[in-house]
């Protein structure tokens, strides 16, 4: 999931409910699945009489996450989570980039506005 987040773009630190971690997105989005994946396979595995159950968990949470296609799931979920649905239930994707600070300021990303007065914009 964490691969999933850096290649949408979005920082895997941008936590809503887990917060104060470099990952804490990336466990609010493990949070959406954990019911369906984790836990049954958590008990899956202590009723196989597993002798090794950390590597037999992982090995198993790993084949459910292939198995459900959970990955393009993630991608479907981050972006109606990160992107404005449009009334047509689709997301508008813009094709400009643009940059912001908490003076409320935006401006157009890929330029150098170093030699710029702030009367300049």
Excluded at 21 to 47: G, M, S, W
Excluded at 70 to 88: F, K, S, T, W, Y
């Amino acid at each position: 999931m964490h691969a999933v987040i850096v290649a949408l773009g979005a920082a895997p630190g941008l936590g809503f409910v887990h917060t104060g971690h470099e990952r804490a997105f990336v466990y609010d989005i493990a949070d959406l699945y954990k019911a369906e994946i984790n836990v049954p396979v958590a008990f899956d595995v202590v009723a196989s009489g597993s002798t090794d159950i950390g590597a037999d968990t992982r090995r198993a949470v790993r084949d459910r996450v292939h198995d459900g296609a959970i990955l393009a799931r993630c991608v479907r979920d981050i972006r109606m989570l990160l992107l404005q649905p449009q009334p047509g239930g689709e997301i508008e994707e813009e094709d400009s980039l643009r940059l912001w600070d908490d003076s409320g300021i935006e401006l157009t990303a890929g330029r150098n506005y170093a030699d710029i007065g702030e009367a300049d914009f």
